[in-house]
């Protein structure tokens, strides 16, 4: 039988299965899908064993009648082994579709109208990852054939997604019937060597991990302490499980709409510095929308730049830049979960329903390497400290109070606009521009991020009392002791 990616997930299963054949299942699957090389393979141990067999009747110099017994008790041996690998196989195979199914049992059980919210979905209805969980369920319910049959309509309509690829070749491969050979554990250890092999199972378990561990319902990233309505969607990635959450900003708050698979940084993430292939981790802002037409094939459907390095970013002394979240060539529907040289990589598909979504300039984008799931009430107590410094800051600028103003600068304060202005000249600026007006803010955006120091990202816009329009202001705050310290200010316009 095959040694399929599901059964790879099962620990200690391998050993259980014909090692002959799931080497040629695999080599079969990943070039064009089909169980030929199965077949081929099972035929080649199937002579092998008997071969082995013949001579260890030879060597012990049995009679005729010893020799054929022992030949007929070898073949039963073998025969014996041979279903047992299958019945392993089969059970090794299901293990994970079976846990699939029941998480999926469950999810549509927590949507039946009850008192506690349901889970998020997995996805938007009718793409491809969606449709490849349905075959897992499907062949965790012990509907081989209609599992066979969903799998083949998806290569057919992904023909470049070398996973589903790979999953059809394995249950191809599980209707044929068991052989008398013996498992191979050299094939099996020798494919578990592949690195393309292993990407493939890895891809496999973390999509699979996407399903079961679902963000706990009614909760956001803890960066989302609060959002602006003008922010209309949210972005959040969390690298350990190769996934970007789609957050739409509802008058309710945020709701996750969508979540998508991944690829990161050939060297994981927290990017220190050019060319170290790693992705950077922290608050960010979508800054412009590449036409594909201006890129190469190897971005996919097009390109989201994000502004790395951030100004906190430049305050720790990260380096590089050019980070993007991309698409794949058009001969491959996804990469390895580490597979970039730093930029977050989506299947086409994928990107194209981001790019319909996202705002220039006013969708964050959170890379963190696991996120942590927090409630409304919770962001809500997080971003009060925040909120007594904003309330500070407002209230000594427009009292002109240079002497009360100036503690919530750092002496390195920088403020990047048409007129860059420097440490605490900032604060003289800030007095003549206000003239002692009062001034309402709005539209305030709270973005939270730890990472050795205790980072804000403030984003607002002011309206001094008798004009009808004003400035708006993105803020970069670092908490020392209890307090909060301006270090950075971008006029955004």
């Not at 020799?67 to 299901?94: E, I, M, T, V, W």
Request: proline share 5%.
């Amino acid at each position: 039988m095959t040694a399929s990616l599901l059964m790879f997930a099962a620990p200690g299963a391998a050993l259980a299965s014909n090692g002959a054949k799931a080497a040629g299942s695999k080599a079969s699957s990943a070039k064009s899908g089909s169980g030929k090389g199965a077949e081929k393979n099972s035929g080649k141990a199937a002579r092998s064993a008997g071969a082995g067999a013949g001579r260890s009747a030879a060597g012990a110099r049995a009679s005729a009648k010893e020799a054929r017994g022992a030949k007929a008790q070898q073949a039963q041996q073998a025969q014996a082994q041979s279903q047992q690998a299958a019945r392993g196989k089969k059970n090794a195979l299901a293990a994970d579709s079976r846990a699939v199914a029941a998480t999926a049992a469950t999810a549509a059980a927590s949507a039946r109208p009850t008192r506690r919210a349901a889970a998020a979905p997995i996805q938007e209805a009718g793409n491809a990852e969606a449709r490849l969980i349905a075959v897992y369920e499907m062949f965790g319910r012990g509907q081989a054939r209609p599992a066979l049959a969903k799998a083949r309509d998806l290569v057919r309509d992904y023909p470049n997604f070398q996973l589903a690829q790979l999953v059809y070749g394995d249950l191809l491969a599980a209707q044929v019937p068991p052989t008398n050979a013996l498992p191979d554990t050299a094939s099996i250890a020798k494919m578990r060597g592949n690195p393309a092999m292993s990407d493939l199972h890895e891809e496999s378990r973390r999509r699979l991990q996407a399903l079961r561990d679902r963000p706990p319902p009614n909760t956001v990233p803890s960066q989302f302490l609060a959002l602006s309505t003008r922010s209309r969607y949210a972005i959040a990635v969390d690298a350990s499980r190769s996934r970007l959450y789609l957050f739409e900003n509802t008058d309710k708050g945020l709701k996750l709409t969508a979540d998508y698979y991944i690829s990161v940084g050939k060297s994981g993430t927290d990017k220190l510095a050019e060319g170290d292939a790693r992705t950077p981790l922290g608050v960010y802002y979508i800054t412009s929308s590449l036409d594909p037409k201006s890129l190469k094939d190897f971005y996919g459907a097009g390109a989201l730049p994000i502004n790395y390095p951030n100004p906190y970013d430049v305050r720790r002394g990260r380096t590089g830049g050019g980070i993007w979240l991309h698409g794949t060539p058009p001969q491959q529907f996804a990469r390895a979960p580490l597979a970039s040289d730093g930029c977050v990589v989506m299947a086409n598909p994928d990107l194209k329903q981001l790019l319909r979504k996202v705002q220039i300039g006013a969708t964050p984008v959170v890379t963190a390497r696991s996120l942590q799931w927090i409630t409304p009430p919770q962001a809500e107590k997080e971003s009060q400290s925040i909120t007594s410094a904003i309330n500070g800051w407002k209230e000594a600028r427009a009292a002109g109070n240079e002497a009360q103003l100036k503690k919530f600068y750092l002496p390195e304060f920088q403020r990047s606009s048409k007129k860059a202005t420097e440490g605490i000249a900032a604060v003289d600026d800030e007095v003549k521009y206000a003239q002692g007006k009062r001034v309402q803010l709005k539209d305030l955006s709270y973005l939270h991020w730890r990472d050795g120091d205790d980072t804000m990202v403030v984003t607002f816009g002011e309206v001094f009392e008798g004009d009808r329009s004003g400035r708006s202001r993105r803020q970069y705050w670092l908490r020392q002791g209890s307090e909060w310290k301006l270090f950075h200010e971008e006029i955004l316009g």
